[in-house]
Nanobody
Framework: QVQLVESGGGLVQAGGSLRLSCSASGRTFSSYVLAWFRQAPGKEREFVAGNSWSGSSTFYADSVKGRFTISRDNAKNTVDLQMNNLKPEDTAVYYC???????????????????WGQGTQVTVSS
């Protein structure tokens, strides 16, 4: 059974930092794109950042570019999201996701990501 489990969410003041971690079990994802999405109350789930299966390339939403960094450790089957200079508009539930097909490029569409974590809440106060 494949499981993705996020951790590291919490409450932080604007300008602060948080690091989210996602640990995968039940399958090795070294050949799959890993990504982070988020969903704010009343809004659709949106792409935040993605990391290629090799780890050699990354892609970010414009809203987080320069502030967030995604990284992965294929040996540990984990993907992290370092979030700096957080803003109130970053408040959301953050989900890690794994693409369902091996050796694909990074996509910002929810389609194709077959595996999802349960989410972790990030709240940024002003």
């Amino acid at each position: 059974q494949v499981q993705l489990v996020e951790s590291g969410g919490g409450l932080v003041q604007a300008g602060g930092s948080l690091r989210l971690s996602c640990s995968a079990s039940g399958r090795t994802f070294s050949s799959y794109v890993l990504a982070w999405f988020r969903q704010a109350p009343g809004k659709e789930r949106e792409f935040v950042a993605g990391n290629s299966w090799s780890g050699s390339s990354t892609f970010y939403a414009d809203s987080v570019k320069g502030r967030f960094t995604i990284s992965r450790d294929n040996a540990k089957n984990t993907v992290d999201l370092q979030m700096n200079n957080l803003k109130p508009e970053d408040t959301a539930v953050y989900y890690c996701a794994a693409h369902g097909r091996a050796y694909r490029g990074i996509t910002d569409s929810l389609n194709g990501y077959d595996y999802w974590g349960q989410g972790t809440q990030v709240t940024v106060s002003s």
